[in-house]
C-alpha cells in the first residue's frame, strides 16, 4: 500500500461529500495556513492524487487545443496514464485525436448533467496510456442547463475526483470564453497552462483572466496555481514577438516557460489526419517541440516519466568503453 493512500482516500472523501468543495476547501486553507510541514504533506498529497492541469484562455485561436492535444499524447508516449477532457462545444479536441462528432456518442455533457459517470463515457486511443473524455456540441446547451444547479460550477471537479488515481495527469482543453464550462475547469483544475500567441492583441484579456482566477481561488479552489504561459505560433522573425515575449517575461517572470511552440504546418495539418503530430509527422518540428514542453512540464512538476526511467537504466547499464586516440598511453 502507498503509504500516502490514507491521506489521498481522505482527501477523496472529503472531495466526494455533497459538500465537498466547501470542505476540501478548508481543509486546504487549513493545512497551506498552518505549517511547513503540513503544507509540505498536502502538496505531497495533491502530487499522490495525479494532476488536473487545465489549459485555458478566454481568447479564441491562440493554440489551446493543439496544445492539449499534443502535450497530452507526449506526456503518454513517455508512459504517463493520461486523460485528455474536451470541455469545449466545438469538441476540436475529440476530432483532432481521431473521434469524429457523433451525436449518439456519450460525452462530457452527459456527466456534467449527471446522466453517468465519466468512467463510463472515457474512450481508449490509438496512443497507449491515452484516453479521451470526449465533448460534444450539446455542451453550448450545459451552460444555460446548469445555471440554476447550486452546485453548477462544481460539476467537473466532482465528476473527475474518482478517476485522479486511476491516471497520472488529467488535461482539460477549455472553450473559448470565461463561460460556465470555463468556471468548471478553474474549479477543477490543480493549476493551468496558458497558451498565449506573441501578438498585441494577446495580452488583452489576461488582467480577465487574472482576476477571474483570483475569483475562482475565493470561492471554490483556493490551492488553483498558474503552471506556465506558453507561446505558441510563435515567428521569432519578427520585432514584435520579441517584444511581447520580454513583456510577458517581466509580468510572469519564471511562469513564462522557456519552450517555445514555433509556427508548423504539420501542426495544422495532423487534425484533419485525427492525429496528434507525434503520429502524423514523428521527425516535424512541431512534434520536437511538444516533445520539449512535455519535458519542462515534467522537470518543473519534479516527475519522472517511466520512459526517462527506463532511459536511465539503459544508459547505466551500456558498458563504458574508453576511447584513446593516437598516441596510446
Ligand atoms: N504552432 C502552430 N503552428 C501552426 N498552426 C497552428 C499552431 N497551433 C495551432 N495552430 C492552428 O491554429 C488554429 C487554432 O488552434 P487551436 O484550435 O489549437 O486554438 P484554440 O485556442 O483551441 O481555439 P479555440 O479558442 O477556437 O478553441 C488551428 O487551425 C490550429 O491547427
Ligand atoms: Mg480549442
Known amino acids: 500500500m502507498n503509504c500516502l493512500e490514507p491521506f489521498t482516500s481522505l482527501a477523496f472523501d472529503v472531495w466526494q461529500q455533497p459538500k465537498g468543495a466547501d470542505a476540501f476547501h478548508s481543509f486546504a486553507r487549513f493545512s497551506t495556513s498552518q505549517s511547513p510541514t503540513l503544507k509540505s504533506l498536502f502538496l505531497l498529497l495533491l502530487k499522490a492524487m495525479g494532476k488536473i492541469l487545465g489549459v485555458v484562455n478566454q481568447k479564441g485561436g491562440v493554440g489551446k487545443t ?3 492535444i ?3 499524447a507526449c506526456l503518454a508516449l513517455e508512459g504517463l496514464r493520461t486523460l485528455l477532457v474536451d470541455c469545449d462545444p466545438q469538441a476540436n479536441a475529440s476530432s483532432g485525436i481521431g473521434f469524429q462528432r457523433d451525436d449518439n456518442r ?3 455533457y452527459d456527466v456534467l448533467m449527471g446522466d453517468c459517470p465519466a468512467e463510463q463515457v472515457i474512450l481508449p486511443t490509438e496512443i497507449d496510456h491515452l484516453w479521451l473524455l470526449p465533448g460534444s456540441k450539446n455542451l453550448t446547451g450545459a451552460n444555460v442547463e446548469l445555471a440554476g444547479a447550486t452546485d453548477r460550477a462544481l460539476r467537473l471537479r466532482r465528476a473527475l475526483a474518482p478517476l485522479r488515481d486511476a ?3 488529467i488535461i482539460l482543453d477549455c472553450p473559448p470564453a470565461l463561460d460556465l464550462l470555463t468556471l468548471n475547469v478553474l474549479s477543477a483544475a490543480e493549476t493551468l497552462l496558458v497558451p498565449m500567441q506573441a ?3 494577446a495580452l488583452e484579456g489576461i488582467s480577465e483572466l487574472i482576476s477571474t482566477l483570483e475569483r475562482v481561488r475565493a470561492a471554490y479552489n483556493p490551492s488553483l496555481t498558474i ?3 506558453l507561446l505558441t505560433m510563435y515567428d521569432d522573425r519578427t520585432n514584435l514577438a520579441q517584444q511581447v515575449t520580454e513583456t510577458l517575461r517581466e509580468y510572469f517572470r519564471e511562469r513564462l516557460y522557456r519552450t517555445v511552440i ?3 504546418v504539420r501542426l495544422a495539418e495532423a487534425p484533419s489526419h ?6 502524423y509527422d514523428a521527425r516535424s518540428r512541431g512534434t520536437e517541440a511538444y516533445f520539449e514542453l512535455a519535458g519542462e512540464f515534467l522537470a518543473r512538476n519534479q516527475i519522472e516519466s517511466p520512459r526517462s526511467a527506463e532511459r536511465k537504466v539503459a544508459a547505466a547499464a551500456r558498458p563504458n568503453v574508453k576511447v584513446s586516440f593516437w598516441p596510446y598511453s
Open 66 to 68: 493543439t496544445t492539449a
Open 70 to 72: 499534443n502535450l497530452s
Open 106 to 108: 456519450r460525452s462530457i
Open 167 to 169: 491516471y497520472d495527469l
Open 199 to 201: 501578438e498585441y492583441f
Open 227 to 229: 503552471e506556465g504561459v
Open 262 to 264: 514555433p509556427r508548423n
Open 274 to 279: 485525427g492525429k496528434p503530430v507525434a503520429l
